[in-house]
């Protein structure tokens, strides 16, 4: 029996829900839909981005809505064109078998005319931005004087965007005895100072606690030279070689310099800010909900309204200005119930801002080192053991076979093996090899007391490979807490734990090596047989740990990723560039100087060293 049933939704509402596939109700839809079906009240929902908010006040408005009166009866504003478009082709999918109902979508960017008239035909729901609500209010092209319902969408994201005034003038346009609906996802002074005015005893959904972050997402931080910025972004990209991410920066030439150089180092990415155009943006977003880019450098107003599934990694390249706005990042992963990362890259001067994220979405980060160089040739490897092992062989490829043994006639299996890999293994290691590690001082000692693993040499240390990952729906403290049960170890013995799509790597001190390779090589999953052995890379386990059992900095080949947390892959391998600038998207970055699109700044390789770029 699908669960929506239960909600009092109508025929109608339920035949479209089942054409979506929706069968669970949310937590917020669960609280909200049965309370504003049941009686006209205004309502103050706090809940985290992706949570399902639209259907939430979607479903018992289009249920509450007279199909047979034309006049517009309901008016949902909401921060951004995108979460205003995409509102509205939500509430058409919702609304698709009850005749009469018209939606319209009003925004900038587009014919203020056309909108007004679509309006005129007869729209029961008006879906707006603002800013362009307020110009058609005043140029008398719209009537909200009788409307029975508003909705604020995203309100602290409205207020951030400095919506107020406009948000005010439009609410003091529309009747006192309306019903309001606000839905935010932080409780700002801003947002309950509109709910003090204009609302009356709104009643209060909270899902979680309030301010919050979303349980789904993990955070976790890394300590860095400001100078080593970019290329500690370059080094998390490769060791999650499925990388599929915002990149958050607080300026539009943040954005469009740290854009321009991942292109330039054969990262699949791009732009996304205020200075494109309306053409340039939607040009970026199809790419990447198409995951053609798979590293988007947004802006925080520019990323406002970015819906998109499966974000498995946001990347705080530079924190916000105003703290609150880290719950919107994050909230951009770890959506409809999947696991996400959000990682922060500090320097020691920002450290302070890591306790104040805390404080306010009541979780706690964790401190990780940037990987050394050997790490990352691992991680590469092994990612590419799994794709060969999983690829589905197009048969196309039959015929040229013959010729293909005849090259290779003379390779044995493990050479064979061996040349493959080391297709991609040379290019990583001769890259790596020239570079540093860039492991910064633990910021430990600056925020908090020790909480595991006091110090001391972990040279007994041992790190292993074992050949399950988030595939089999692992993160990193789900795989931790089934690796200390299955291996009847206490509490801090499994540590480290690094969790890729097909594999993973963990640590334990040396004298339960034993009993790791006993029991779990013993061990079937879902009918797959557990393999699991010591990591050839030993520098990761013979290191020494700060107070709060971290790694420090290292050299070349021993160097060792610290702290336990791993937010999973992200997805897909970066093709490489020859000749032509190949884009995704067509030309993503922002126009400068007027309307003119200039091709993106190439770096002569004399001018810094390039990544090595992937097949």
């Known amino acids: 029996m699908n669960k929506f049933e239960q909600l009092g939704l109508n025929e109608s509402l339920l035949k479209a829900i089942n054409d979506l596939g929706f069968e669970n109700p949310s937590e917020v839809q669960e609280k909200a839909i049965p309370l504003l079906l049941e009686k006209d009240t205004d309502i103050v929902a706090l809940a985290q981005t992706g949570t399902g908010k639209t259907a939430a006040f979607g479903f018992p408005l289009i249920q509450k809505i007279d199909p047979d009166n034309k006049n517009t ?108 609906w606000l839905f935010s996802a932080t409780m700002p002074q801003e947002v309950a100072r509109i709910a003090k005015e204009f609302m009356r005893k709104p009643l209060e959904i909270t ?29 998390l990209a490769d060791a999650n070689p499925d990388i599929f991410s915002v990149v958050f920066c607080r300026t539009k030439r943040d954005t469009q310099a740290v854009a321009e150089k991942l292109i330039e180092d054969g990262y699949s990415a791009a732009a996304l800010h205020g200075d494109l155009s309306q053409a340039q943006r939607d040009s970026v977003m199809k790419s990447f909900r198409g995951r053609a880019i798979q590293m988007l450098v947004a802006t925080d107003v520019a990323a406002r309204g970015i819906d998109v599934d499966n974000i498995t990694h946001v990347v705080n390249y530079q924190l916000p200005d105003e ?49 050394s160089g050997i790490e990352i040739c691992e991680i590469q490897l092994l990612h590419l053991a799994n794709k060969i092992n999983d690829v589905e062989v197009d048969h196309e490829i039959d015929s040229y076979l013959p010729a293909i043994y005849e090259v290779m006639k003379d390779l044995t299996k493990e050479e064979l093996i061996k040349k493959m890999v080391s ?27 020790s909480t595991s693993r006091e110090g ?24 931790k807490d089934f690796l200390r049960d299955t291996l009847g170890l206490g509490r801090d013995d499994v540590f480290k734990v690094d969790v890729k799509e097909g594999f993973s790597f963990f640590n334990t001190d040396a004298e339960h090596t034993q009993i790791v390779l006993d029991t779990l090589n013993s061990l079937h999953l879902e009918g797959r047989r557990v393999n ?41 391998s970066r093709p490489p560039r020859t000749g032509g600038d190949s884009r995704p998207g067509g030309d993503s970055r922002a126009p400068r100087g007027g309307g003119d699109s200039r091709p993106a700044r190439r770096s002569d390789s004399s001018e810094r060293e390039r990544r090595p770029r992937r097949s």
């Open 532 to 572: 699991v052995e010591v990591s050839k890379n030993e520098g990761s386990s013979n290191r020494r740990r700060d107070h709060n059992g971290r790694s420090g900095g290292g050299s070349f080949g021993g160097g060792g990723r610290g702290g336990e947390r791993s937010g999973g892959g992200f997805g897909g």
């Open 73 to 180: 009866q309901a008016l949902i504003l909401s921060p951004t064109r995108e979460l205003c478009l995409q509102i509205t082709n939500e509430i058409k999918l919702y609304s698709k078998y009850i005749k009469g109902i018209n939606t319209v979508a009003v925004y900038g960017g587009a014919s203020i005319t056309e909108q007004a008239r679509d309006i005129k035909r007869g729209a029961q729901i008006i879906v707006a931005t603002p800013g362009r609500m307020q110009d058609m209010i005043n140029r008398g092209l719209v009537n909200i004087s009788k409307i029975d319902f508003c909705i604020l969408d995203e309100a602290d994201e409205m207020l951030n965007m400095g919506f107020y005034d406009d948000i005010v003038n439009i609410l003091s346009t529309s009747p006192d005895d309306k019903s309001t």
């Open 423 to 449: 297709v991609e293994f040379n290019r990583f290691i001769s890259y790596y090899k020239k570079n540093r590690d860039l492991s910064s001082q633990s910021a430990g000692s600056d925020r908090r007391e």
């Open 456 to 479: 001391g040499d972990d040279g007994g240390a041992v790190r292993y490979f074992v050949n399950i990952g988030s595939r089999d729906n692992f993160d990193w403290m789900s795989l």
């Open 207 to 235: 899902v979680g606690h309030k301010n919050s972050g979303s349980s789904t997402v993990s955070h976790e931080f890394y300590l860095v030279n400001a100078r080593d910025r970019y290329e500690a972004l370059k080094r």
């Open 323 to 371: 703290i609150e706005t880290y719950n919107h990042r994050s909230g951009r992963t770890g959506r409809a119930g999947k696991l996400g990362t959000s990682i922060v890259i500090i320097t020691k001067s920002e450290i302070r801002k890591i306790s104040a994220i805390e404080r306010i979405i009541k979780q706690k980060f964790e401190e990780k080192t940037i990987p």
